[in-house]
């Protein structure tokens, strides 16, 4: 090799064969972008050819009152899904929604028959499933056992207390306290649940999307190591997410809750489905590393409008279950089959 | 927050420097030593490195290179030897230790998050932030990365596509990038180029003279013996657990460098040296003058 050559080499930092090797070519750039909101486009699409099919096939579906309705009845969901969103881009999962919103719901008619205050009453119930998902988080995260094992665990505790506190009955709500707005309130005629899943929607979106936080449960969850490397706690983070589901199970129960006027132990069974599904609907990988919050919220607003749609449709209520069984199993198959064709995934 | 915000401007304090005109070593590593259980797995090593300088630091697999740089780097603690940093003898019990001294290890996993757009993974931990550390600072965080990459001379067009859609090679100079932007002082690197095709091989041997240029030491272990003797200055040998020759890698051939590997005396040692030399004498004068 010859002087000239070599300082050639040097000047233009590897030569010309080589920067056309390694420059990355417009179709990465499009794959890359596509792959990730290819997702969110589909479930999109979906969502809008069933607003027009049950539209055009059932007769009260495309009203004010059963969209408003339809809101409601989603927004526990919505709520969970979001915080679901953190939890599953870290690759973890959390099972333990569906008990924790029956042991909030029971507790809270408990303690507000007992004559607590009702805001006293609505902290020391999200306090107590803040706890519930410390707990979640702190074997899953610091003592590394598989969050599906650790929650699966918790959605048996939870749901036993639950039934123990409350002995199988239900215990009605009184409807004078004003928790009860919580459930049933409207503002501007929007009901107050559906108003709390949008501004906890866009908290939750922007928290993903534009903060360190965000970044590090997505860093998380697509490489760990790494990022412990660069200096952030991974555990801490680890462990916040599943607080946020705790949290926000707890919030769910007590929207649920105060909705019936009712607290019951039987509730929010088959709820962690519902929101998981919700969750991988939108497009979030269950092996960690992307997370759409967009994709949860749409993925949520197809479930309901299935739901309320095959019942305006009078098809039976069972099927709904199996439905949304099948809707899982498909979304997973398309997120790990389908999408992964795109650029973007790797796993 | 300000220094998040200019990344590198430690690296840029630094006066460019050769390995020649240095006076006071950057790193002197002596009589170290380790032992696992029954294992020698170093037996009193000493190792000095300069300001800028390029050592390749080789040997068999066991020879004892890594458990030396991991002494290094703060993962492993040895059982005697002293290290001195800047003139100041150091002791490191975590590798956060070394690294707020500015020594930062690039690991042979990339240990990049794949599904983190390139900014974002220059930036993971340290990001811009705006709205009293609320907020990322995603625009900052972009101009930084350009402005970065643009110092090192690292061709990758767009900062916004995630690192898991780049080749081999591009995702190798992000890792060193991402160490670089820490203003290291100095700069380990584990078999940068061992899984990389032969044109990315250049990139990033490229951009390790980039690097040692802007006054950053760099140790490179590598199994590619041909890349020491396009970056390196000296040439540190291994052999179970000491080392066995510090050579100047313009005066050595690569049949010199084998025999001493392989600990195999009988080879004549002077043979093909004066070729080799030459040519690396005469590259890195045209070099000297560039800077």
Same mark, same amino acid.
């Given at each position: 090799?010859?002087?000239?050559?070599?300082?050639?080499?040097?000047?233009?930092?590897?030569?010309?064969?080589?920067?056309?090797?390694?420059?990355?070519? +417009?179709?990465?750039?499009?794959?890359?972008?596509?792959?990730?909101?290819?997702?969110?486009?589909?479930?999109?699409?979906?969502?809008?050819?069933?607003?027009?099919?049950?539209?055009?096939?059932?007769?009260?579906?495309?009203?004010?009152?059963?969209?408003?309705?339809?809101?409601?009845?989603?927004?526990?969901?919505?709520?969970?899904?979001?915080?679901?969103?953190?939890?599953?881009?870290?690759?973890?999962?959390? $099972?333990?929604?569906?008990?924790?919103?029956?042991?909030?719901?029971?507790?809270?008619?408990?303690?507000?028959?007992?004559?607590?205050?009702?805001?006293?009453?609505?902290?020391?119930?999200?306090?107590?499933?803040?706890?519930?998902?410390?707990?979640?988080?702190?074997?899953?995260?610091?003592?590394?056992?598989?969050?599906?094992?650790?929650? $699966?665990?918790? =959605?048996?505790?939870? +749901?036993?207390?639950?039934?123990?506190?409350?002995?199988?009955?239900?215990?009605?709500?009184?409807?004078?306290?004003?928790?009860?707005?919580?459930?049933?309130? +409207?503002?501007?005629?929007?009901?107050?649940?559906?108003?709390?899943?949008?501004?906890?929607?866009?908290?939750?979106?922007?928290?993903?999307?534009?903060?360190?936080?965000? +970044?590090?449960?997505?860093?998380?969850?697509?490489?760990?190591?790494? =990022?412990?490397?660069?200096?952030?706690?991974?555990?801490?983070?680890? =462990?916040?997410?599943?607080?946020?589901?705790?949290?926000?199970?707890?919030?769910?129960?007590?929207?649920?809750?105060?909705?019936?006027?009712?607290?019951?132990?039987?509730?929010?069974?088959?709820?962690?489905?519902?929101?998981?599904?919700?969750?991988?609907?939108?497009?979030?990988?269950?092996?960690?590393?992307?997370?759409?919050?967009?994709?949860?919220?749409?993925?949520?607003?197809?479930?309901?409008?299935?739901?309320?749609? =095959?019942?305006?449709?009078?098809?039976?209520?069972?099927?709904?279950?199996?439905?949304?069984?099948?809707?899982?199993?498909?979304?997973?198959?398309?997120?790990?089959?389908?999408?992964?064709?795109?650029?973007?995934?790797?796993? | 927050?300000?220094?998040?915000?200019?990344?590198?401007?430690?690296?840029?304090?630094?006066?460019?420097?050769?390995?020649?005109?240095?006076?006071?070593?950057?790193?002197?590593?002596?009589?170290?030593?380790?032992?696992? &259980?029954?294992?020698?797995? /170093?037996?009193?090593?000493? /190792?000095?490195?300069?300001?800028?300088?390029?050592?390749?630091?080789?040997?068999?697999?066991?020879?004892?290179?890594?458990? /030396?740089?991991?002494?290094?780097?703060?993962?492993?603690?040895?059982?005697?030897?002293?290290?001195?940093? %800047?003139?100041?003898?150091?002791?490191?019990?975590?590798?956060? %230790?070394?690294?707020?001294?500015?020594?930062?290890?690039?690991?042979?996993?990339?240990?990049?998050?794949?599904?983190?757009?390139?900014?974002?993974?220059?930036?993971?931990?340290?990001?811009?932030?705006?709205?009293?550390?609320?907020?990322?600072?995603?625009?900052?965080?972009?101009?930084?990365?350009?402005?970065?990459?643009?110092?090192?001379?690292?061709?990758?067009?767009?900062?916004?596509?995630?690192? &898991?859609?780049?080749?081999?090679?591009?995702?190798?100079?992000?890792?060193?990038?991402?160490?670089? *932007?820490?203003?290291?002082?100095?700069?380990?690197?584990?078999?940068? *180029?061992?899984?990389?095709?032969?044109?990315?091989?250049?990139?990033?041997?490229?951009?390790?003279? *980039?690097?040692?240029?802007?006054?950053?030491?760099?140790?490179?272990?590598?199994?590619?013996?041909?890349?020491?003797?396009?970056?390196? %200055?000296?040439?540190?040998?291994?052999?179970?657990?000491?080392?066995?020759?510090? /050579?100047?890698?313009?005066?050595?051939?690569?049949?010199?460098?084998?025999?001493?590997?392989?600990?195999?005396?009988?080879?004549?040692? &002077?043979?093909?040296?004066?070729?080799?030399? %030459?040519?690396?004498?005469?590259?890195?004068?045209?070099?000297?003058?560039?800077?």
């Amino acid at each position: 090799m010859t002087t000239s050559e070599r300082t050639t080499t040097s000047e233009r930092g590897g030569g010309a064969a080589v920067s056309e090797r390694v420059v990355t070519t +417009r179709s990465a750039r499009a794959n890359a972008h596509i792959g990730k909101h290819a997702q969110t486009i589909a479930i999109g699409v979906v969502l809008v050819v069933l607003l027009i099919f049950f539209a055009f096939s059932a007769d009260r579906f495309a009203t004010t009152g059963n969209i408003l309705n339809l809101l409601r009845q989603i927004s526990p969901t919505l709520i969970v899904a979001i915080a679901m969103t953190f939890v599953i881009s870290t690759s973890g999962i959390d $099972l333990s929604v569906g008990s924790t919103v029956a042991l909030s719901g029971s507790l809270l008619a408990i303690v507000l028959q007992h004559g607590w205050d009702p805001t006293l009453a609505l902290v020391a119930i999200l306090a107590l499933g803040a706890l519930i998902g410390f707990v979640n988080g702190w074997f899953s995260s610091y003592q590394n056992i598989p969050p599906f094992i650790v929650t $699966l665990a918790m =959605l048996s505790i939870m +749901r036993g207390t639950a039934l123990r506190a409350t002995e199988g009955y239900s215990t009605p709500i009184d409807g004078e306290l004003w928790i009860v707005q919580l459930g049933q309130g +409207r503002v501007a005629g929007i009901p107050v649940p559906v108003i709390l899943a949008v501004v906890i929607a866009a908290v939750g979106w922007l928290t993903l999307t534009r903060t360190p936080f965000g +970044r590090y449960v997505i860093g998380l969850g697509s490489n760990g190591e790494s =990022l412990r490397r660069t200096g952030v706690n991974t555990r801490k983070v680890g =462990l916040a997410v599943y607080v946020l589901t705790g949290l926000a199970a707890a919030l769910a129960g007590v929207l649920i809750a105060t909705r019936l006027s009712s607290g019951s132990s039987n509730a929010g069974s088959g709820f962690e489905l519902e929101v998981i599904t919700a969750v991988v609907l939108g497009g979030t990988s269950l092996f960690g590393g992307r997370g759409s919050m967009l994709g949860t919220i749409l993925g949520a607003l197809t479930l309901g409008v299935i739901a309320n749609g =095959l019942v305006l449709l009078h098809v039976s209520p069972f099927y709904v279950q199996i439905v949304q069984g099948a809707i899982l199993l498909l979304a997973i198959f398309a997120n790990s089959k389908v999408w992964a064709r795109f650029g973007a995934v790797r796993k | 927050m300000s220094d998040e915000a200019t990344p590198y401007r430690k690296a840029e304090e630094v006066k460019p420097v050769t390995s020649a005109d240095s006076t006071v070593d950057r790193v002197v590593m002596r009589d170290i030593r380790k032992r696992y &259980g029954m294992v020698d797995a /170093l037996r009193g090593v000493t /190792l000095r490195v300069g300001p800028g300088e390029v050592i390749g630091l080789v040997g068999d697999n066991a020879a004892g290179k890594s458990t /030396l740089m991991k002494v290094l780097a703060g993962a492993v603690v040895p059982d005697s030897g002293e290290i001195v940093f %800047d003139g100041r003898p150091v002791s490191f019990s975590t590798p956060r %230790d070394a690294r707020e001294l500015g020594i930062e290890m690039v690991y042979q996993d990339l240990a990049l998050c794949d599904d983190i757009d390139v900014a974002g993974n220059l930036f993971l931990g340290r990001e811009p932030r705006k709205a009293g550390g609320l907020l990322l600072d995603v625009a900052q965080m972009h101009r930084d990365a350009r402005r970065h990459l643009d110092a090192l001379n690292i061709r990758i067009p767009l900062t916004d596509i995630p690192v &898991g859609g780049l080749s081999g090679g591009q995702r190798q100079a992000v890792a060193i990038a991402r160490a670089v *932007t820490f203003g290291p002082k100095l700069l380990i690197l584990d078999e940068p *180029t061992a899984a990389l095709a032969v044109a990315e091989v250049e990139t990033v041997l490229e951009l390790i003279k *980039t690097v040692s240029a802007q006054g950053v030491s760099v140790i490179l272990i590598t199994h590619r013996l041909q890349d020491l003797f396009r970056v390196c %200055d000296r040439l540190c040998v291994m052999y179970e657990g000491t080392l066995r020759a510090d /050579l100047d890698a313009r005066a050595t051939s690569l049949e010199r460098l084998v025999s001493e590997i392989v600990a195999h005396d009988q080879i004549d040692p &002077g043979a093909g040296d004066a070729a080799a030399g %030459d040519g690396r004498r005469e590259n890195d004068t045209t070099e000297g003058a560039r800077r």
